[in-house]
């Protein structure tokens, strides 16, 4: 999985994250700072996602 996610893309998966996972607040989004691994821990965290499921999920959005 590539690490950081391209900056303009990042606007893109931000928006998808606020629809696809409600619970996450704008700051914990901003804190990843397009790193897609901080993304997938914090998935991880606030969902209870398994690491697998959650790398699958963060992938899906920066498709």
């Known amino acids: ?3 950081d996610i391209a900056e ?3 606007t893109q ?3 998808k994250l606020r629809e696809s996972w409600g619970d996450l607040t704008d700051d914990e989004i901003e ?6 691994q901080q993304l997938v821990g914090l998935l991880q965290e606030r ?3 398994a690491k697998d499921q ?4 963060v992938e899906a959005l920066t498709k």
């Open 47 to 49: 969902y209870g996602l």
């Open 54 to 57: 959650a790398e699958k999920e």
């Open 13 to 15: 998966v931000k928006g």
């Open 8 to 10: 303009g893309k990042w």
């Open 31 to 36: 804190q990843t700072k397009g790193n897609a």
């Open 1 to 3: 999985m590539n690490t």
